[in-house]
């Protein structure tokens, strides 16, 4: 699936508590805009609220195994036109 360019609610594994518990707070859960994905895991785009408007994101790599549990909402999926006889 991809998750680029969409809001995510990350839930931290153990591990990536343990590596990231002091640069993000709120106890290991936390929204996040997806800026790429590859082979190491996703870089985010932090949702900070303090910063100023003319201050560049801040991105930060996010790798597959720190985080246990990835939240987004649903996409409706486009309907099928049936094959056959009208």
Known sequence: MN??????LFRLS??????????LPSGGLFIARVVEQNQLGLWIELQE????????????LLKWEYFSTAILKSEEPEP???IGFR
């Open 14 to 23: 153990v591990e990536g508590y343990q590596a990231l518990g002091s640069v």
């Open 3 to 8: 998750l680029v360019g969409k809001p995510v």
């Open 80 to 82: 099928r036109q049936r």
């Open 49 to 60: 609220k303090e910063t100023a408007a003319s201050t560049p994101p801040q991105v930060m």
